[in-house]
């Protein structure tokens, strides 16, 4: 069996935090609408800081959910937008653990 890259490592969990967090979104938005008992919006941020903000972002769009919220407003794009430059930064000359491919 083939050795996974690092990269090829990131890309799996990104892929899968993502989806998980894409999930979690649509489940409290249905638990929201049932007045059920709800997911933490801590719970919910740190999916997003953990890997999962594009997730994040297209369950705030797709289910119309916590898009009122500031701290979800501003603070998923923040995200999003500290994680891309992460990911330039470590993709630089100087930083080359994530490859320059």
């Known amino acids: 069996?083939?050795?996974?890259?690092?990269?090829?490592?990131?890309?799996?969990?990104?892929?899968?935090?993502n989806v998980a967090t894409f999930i979690t979104f649509?489940?409290?938005k249905l638990k929201a609408k049932h007045?059920?008992?709800?997911?933490?919006e801590a719970a919910l941020l740190t999916l997003a800081v953990l890997g999962?903000?594009?997730g994040a972002w297209l369950g705030m769009k797709l289910w119309n959910h916590k898009t009122m919220h500031k701290k979800f407003m501003y603070g998923i794009p923040a995200i999003i937008i500290v994680q891309l430059v992460t990911i330039g930064y470590y993709k630089s000359e100087k930083h080359s653990f994530l490859g320059n491919q």
Do not use: H, P, T
């Open 35 to 40: 007045a059920k008992w709800r997911i933490r």
């Open 52 to 54: 999962g903000s594009i």
């Open 1 to 17: 069996m083939k050795e996974l890259s690092i990269q090829q490592i990131i890309l799996v969990y990104l892929a899968v935090i």
């Open 26 to 28: 649509g489940i409290d």
